[in-house]
């Protein structure tokens, strides 16, 4: 059993059974008037950004397959909710017990076809069924919306929002009949986004270039726009389709590295050499499998 320096308050003692408990004492001990200094200073707006990143750890854990990392993370992840309960609790604003009552009681509301007499046998109807209840709530609670975007974050990252955005129009028939129709769009944004990309005039102004600029990033925002609603479409996710694409690519470069003799040789490589090592890394990379 590890002893405590002189004078260190004992923790408050916790059933070693209730390890959830033990965790929520852990927390309150850290943040207490002698706890620890760098806990204590912390607030609702320094932690966000921990809460992200700890996100992007849970992925990549999940994307590995590694399944010990993972428990590790959603630990990490798990902290992230004892730091913002206790500083609530705290302020007198809410506790831990309070988040888990809600959440207890919105997961109740909202599986009547499991806690009630409401039949849903199929994924599409409980999210449909879902919906509603929460636009329900919403109304309740004297939240009204003025538009079905409201409730969709502007601070979330741009994809997801895309994908949230398509979704919600989709709900009232403003969508893509068909994948067809979004691979139509997918080329007339390509095209619209070529026409952005004339060579400039040695005599165009700031004004000018700015403007062009402007137009091109918007025409992108358009084609990555429609990119993510046929990523729908499909049923895939493409937020996890593009880290796939990521870490395929990061394979691939390494494998360039490694063939060329290192990042220097690389560097002074030609442009045909570039090719030639690229394509040798594709096909002696294979793609990890996928349990």
């Known amino acids: 059993m590890a002893v405590l320096p002189p004078n260190q308050p004992q923790m408050e003692p916790v059933a070693p059974a209730d390890p959830i408990a033990e965790a929520i004492a852990i927390m309150a001990r850290l943040r207490a008037a002698d706890g620890c200094p760098w806990d204590r200073e912390q607030t609702f707006d320094t932690i966000k950004r921990h809460t992200l990143e700890e996100t992007y750890e849970v992925f990549d854990a999940i994307e590995r397959r590694a399944w010990s990392d993972l428990k590790d993370e959603l630990g990490d992840l798990f902290l992230q909710v004892l730091f913002y309960a206790q500083m609530a609790s705290e302020a007198s604003y809410f506790t831990i017990q309070d988040v888990a009552s809600s959440l207890n009681a919105k997961l109740i509301r909202r ?4 806690f009630g007499d409401v039949v849903a046998p199929e994924a599409a109807d409980v999210l449909r069924n879902w919906e509603q209840i929460k636009q329900s709530e919403k109304k309740a609670a004297g939240h009204a919306q003025s538009s079905m975007l409201d409730d969709i974050p502007r601070t979330m990252p741009a994809m997801m929002e ?9 709900k009232v028939g403003f969508d893509w009949p068909d994948t ?6 997918l080329h007339e944004e ?4 070529k026409a952005e990309l004339t060579p400039s005039s040695t005599s165009a102004s700031k004004s000018e270039i700015s403007a062009s600029k402007s137009a091109i990033e918007a025409e992108l925002g358009d ?3 429609t990119a993510v609603n046929l990523a729908r479409h499909l049923k895939v996710d493409p ?16 494998a360039m590295e490694s063939a060329a003799g290192g990042g220097d040789a690389l560097a002074a490589s030609t442009p045909s050499e570039l090719d030639n090592l690229w ?13």
Not at 180 to 185: M, N, R, T
Not at 239 to 254: D, Y
Not at 279 to 291: F, G, I, V, W
């Open 111 to 114: 599986h009547p076809h499991i």
């Open 162 to 170: 895309a994908g949230k955005l398509g979704s919600r129009a989709a």
């Open 180 to 185: 067809e129709g979004l691979f139509d769009k």
């Open 190 to 193: 390509i095209g619209e986004l």
């Open 223 to 225: 084609l990555l726009f």
């Open 239 to 254: 937020e996890s389709a593009l880290r796939a694409a990521n870490a395929k690519f990061r394979r691939r470069f390494v």
């Open 279 to 291: 394509n040798q890394a594709k096909n002696a990379t294979s793609e990890p499998p996928r349990p």
